[in-house]
């Protein structure tokens, strides 16, 4: 009896060490993964081109602001209350415009982004899913989601590597 019992214990230990050492995590850094990514390079590029340009076209529109608006102070003593009221307006609609402006350029600007980043993001996240089933990962966690309080570096495995290779990046 004692050596069934030892046997079976024997068995379930060998057995749970098994299904143990079967069980295997990964982990990664997407934002230091993707800035290495030449195509995210290439995106940074292109965005920093486009907000160069909306820059250069603020700072004509506020050139121009200033000398409407200086403009109007060197003739404001000489002119009517009638011609006061309709350059100042000419003012505050020239600011709305410009204002107006800064905050479509921002919205554009980000939808850009969106546009150029999502088909990147997406294939980042089928290379993950594609190492993981490689790989054999129960679980890949994204180490700057927020759920990753703590990622044990001897029992998760960093998949930068694996998804470096995955995407040919050197």
Do not use: C, W
Not at 45 to 53: G, I, L, P, R
Not at 70 to 81: F, I, L, W
């Amino acid at each position: 009896m004692k050596k069934v019992l030892l046997s079976l214990v024997l068995l379930l230990t060998i057995a749970a060490t098994s299904v143990a050492q079967a069980v295997k995590f990964g982990h990664f850094d997407s934002n230091a993964f993707m800035e290495q990514m030449p195509d995210v390079k290439e995106v940074q590029k292109t965005m920093d081109a486009e907000q160069s340009k909306i820059e250069k076209t603020i700072t004509t529109l506020n050139e121009d602001f200033q000398k409407m608006y200086q403009e109007y102070q060197q003739k404001a003593a000489q002119m009517t209350n009638a011609e006061q009221m309709e350059k100042e307006q000419e003012l505050q609609e020239s600011y709305q415009k410009i204002q107006q402006y800064i905050q479509v350029s921002r919205q554009e600007i980000a939808q850009k982004q969106r546009e150029l980043m999502t088909p990147i993001i997406q294939r980042v996240m089928r290379a993950v899913q594609e190492v993981g089933v490689e790989n054999n990962f129960l679980y890949i966690i994204e180490e700057k989601a927020g759920a990753a309080v703590y990622v044990s570096s001897t029992k998760s495995t960093d998949i930068t590597p694996l998804l470096k290779k995955k995407l040919g990046i050197k």
